[in-house]
């Protein structure tokens, strides 16, 4: 299918780290079923290392790819880079999305930002709140 | 296996179809305008076409039929040339329905913007508008009822010839968008009190690219293409004399063999409407009881139908959905909104439009594939995670 990359495509028939992680250390979730997408992103941290992360998510073809993709990019990776993870890098990861689907690739950077914050919550570590802030649409929020 | 089940947005072209449209490609390639023989043969086909479309639509007469480039323009033409006529005599409110073609709805949004007045009619949850819906929204002023006769999307049949009856009693001109029926349904726009109806020939095994207006004697037709005197001076433009050959061909061949083509699509649209319900929490969209043979439209919980499409794409099947991803846009489609489906369920949507080329062993796949690629979709979706945990109401 021309509309999408043949890794889109691939993370999607075949994404990676789908499921759940009963005892996750942070949840993240991202998004509206009003809008059609909910992302929903679970991390297992140790020694300030995100050793699993798993996804569920409820969305396009590019939603599930660009979660696929959000938890290879930052599964390894200390919990401060993983609040690096830009969406234009999942983009970019991807070999690129079209123009109405970069919305999922914002979801996809949220939901780790938002799995994050869980876990910093839970751990009560400090952060500034600021940075967290989850940028609804205004379809959303209607 | 490979199974094309998007009959409702494009057909292939019949053997009939190229058969008799070849000819007027190679050998007699003729402008129809020009006065030597050898352009009379063009000329000639055109005017058989014309014969052939009037009669398989039940038309008084061949010249009650203008060729267009298709569906879209004719049902432009239909709607601004009574929007125009309209104003003549002061009236400027013309009524729908919610859940149209956007070639009628956009056409409608335009004449909103030049201070026209429009009553996009409810159509409930079965997709059926209601004959007295339409008649209390007639007014005084009223220049136009425009009401499709089979939804594109959940393939609904409107009663056409009750509306066509009360707008006739009113003397309200009335337009059809029948690009969905024509070919699958019978049609009669003299029973049935239609006074402008529009076909589109891709949706019988005609190619792209042509289609037509029937407009009653009496009713006057005002041109969106001005140039030539072609199509009595209502549509300029050269002929499109070998796609029009076609259109006639490949309509009367669906007209000729709809009883034996409408039982076969019949059997395995209910096939697949009895399968594919019995995945928990899906749902049929529109009334069955009102419906072409072919369009199959269900909503599954706690899924996306772009992913589903995709999905049965790389299954080997073609098929439609009115998600909100397929379409570009935030919102679901308009249709599903407008059987008063939540956003959330509309999203969820598939479209199978199964035609007479497709047969039992297609639909079997299908029945065999959807609910496998329901069942994954579902079991990596969040929603349908906090549906099943009681987290979330189930809505259908």
Known sequence: MALYSDKVMDHFQNPRNVGKIDDADGIGEVGNAKCGDIMRMYIKVKDGIITDCKFNT???????????????????????????????????ALDGLPAHKIHCSVLAEEAVRAAVKDYYDKNGIAYNAEEFQIHDCEHCSE | MFVYADNAATTSVSKTALDAMLPYLTEYYGNPSSLYAFAQKATEAVTEARATVAACLGAASPREIYFTSGGSEADNQAIMSAARLGARKGKKHLIST??????????????????????????????????????????????????????????TVQPIAEIGALCREKGIPFHTDAVQAAGHMPIDVEKMNIDMLSISGHKFHAPKGVGALYC???????????????????????????????????????????????????????????ELSKIPHSKINGSLEHHVPGTVNMC?????????????????????????????????????LSLGLPHEVAHGSLRLSIGEYNTMEEIDHICQVVPQVVDYLRNMSPVWDELEKGQRPHLI
């Open chain 1, 58 to 92: 409820f969305g396009c073809g590019s939603a599930i790819a660009t979660s696929s993709m959000a938890t290879e990019l930052i599964k390894g990776k200390s919990v401060e880079d993983a609040l690096k993870l830009s969406n234009q890098a999942v983009v970019e």
């Open chain 2, 98 to 155: 919610k859940f149209e073609h956007h070639a009628v709805l956009h056409t409608l949004k335009r004449l909103e913007k030049e201070g026209y007045e429009v009553t996009l009619l409810d159509v409930h949850e079965d997709g059926v508008v209601r004959l007295e819906d339409v008649a209390a929204a007639i007014r005084e002023d009223t220049c136009l009822v425009t009401i499709m006769f089979a939804n594109n999307e959940i393939g």
């Open chain 2, 216 to 274: 009653r004697k009496n009713i006057p037709l005002f041109n969106l293409i001005e140039g030539g005197g072609q199509e009595r001076g209502k549509r300029a433009g050269t002929e499109n004399v070998a796609g029009i050959v076609a259109m006639a061909a490949a309509l009367k061949e669906s007209v000729d063999n709809m009883e034996e083509d409408s039982k076969k699509m019949i059997a395995m649209r209910d096939k697949l409407f009895a």
């Open chain 2, 300 to 336: 599954f919980e706690g899924i996306e139908g772009e992913s589903l499409l995709l999905m049965l794409d790389a299954n080997g099947i073609c098929a439609s959905s009115g998600s909100a991803c397929t379409s570009g846009s935030l919102d679901p489609s308009h249709v599903l």
